[in-house]
């Protein structure tokens, strides 16, 4: 079955960076696209990243752009998450989640696999 395994979350003050892995297994890695999501406290999920099959196209939100970096490495089956300049409202638990064929990598509905998630927690 698939399986998704994110970890890197933790505390770090704010400025500071953090790396988040995801390791896949279950499924061929290499054939589908993936992203992260996050959900903080008394909020829905938001996305937060996407990466297509490749690694050849990233999609961000907004509120991370220039800050935040997603990549891929296929032959590890892992996708990572690279959060530099944190802010205390990036504060939350982020989800590594799989992408449907053809989903809008914006919308959450569009990954149907989910790990258990990963916190992190930014301290102002």
């Known amino acids: 079955q698939v399986q998704l395994v994110e970890s890197g979350g933790g505390v770090v003050q704010a400025g500071g960076s953090l790396r988040l892995s995801c390791a896949a297994s279950?499924?061929?890695?290499?054939?589908?696209?993936m992203g992260w999501v996050r959900q903080a406290p008394g909020k829905e999920r938001e996305f937060v990243a996407a990466?297509?099959?490749?690694?050849?196209?990233?999609y961000y939100a907004d509120f991370v752009k220039g800050r935040f970096t997603i990549s891929r490495d296929n032959a590890k089956n892992t996708v990572y998450l690279q959060m530099n300049s944190l802010k205390p409202e990036d504060a939350a638990v982020y989800y590594c989640?799989?992408?449907?064929?053809?989903?809008?990598?914006?919308?959450?509905?569009?990954?149907?696999?989910w790990g258990q998630g990963t916190q992190v927690t930014v301290s102002s």
């Open positions: 989640a799989r992408r449907v064929d053809s989903g809008n990598y914006y919308d959450t509905p569009s990954y149907d696999y």
């Open positions: 279950g499924h061929t890695f290499s054939a589908y696209a």
């Open positions: 990466i297509n099959r490749s690694g050849s196209s990233t």
